[in-house]
């Protein structure tokens, strides 16, 4: 392993994923000013916002689920209906 490379400052962060709101505690260097309390210990931490995360992704859930952000179905939907007439 290379020195000198790897980033410093690690600190405990929460991670929450704003989907389904399941958080975890785990390490990073990523900025954050706001805080949370992590429930499983009572304590304060920076809190890191995830828009999804392996407890709401399809692929480690097994659901097939669409997330359907601004209508982008419904776009496609009309698009190709109009070329198959």
Not at 34 to 46: F, H, L
Not at 58 to 85: C, H, M, Q, S, W
């Amino acid at each position: 392993m290379k020195q000198e490379i790897h980033p410093k400052g690690y600190r405990t962060v929460v991670f929450k994923d704003m989907s389904n709101g399941t958080t975890f505690l785990s390490r990073s260097t990523a900025e954050s000013r706001e805080t949370i309390v992590y429930e499983e210990d009572g304590q304060e931490y920076p809190v890191i916002k995830l828009e999804i995360s392996n407890t709401s992704h399809p692929f480690y859930t097994g659901k097939n689920v669409l997330v359907d952000t601004a209508g982008r179905i419904d776009k496609f939907k009309k698009r190709y209906e109009k070329k198959a007439k």
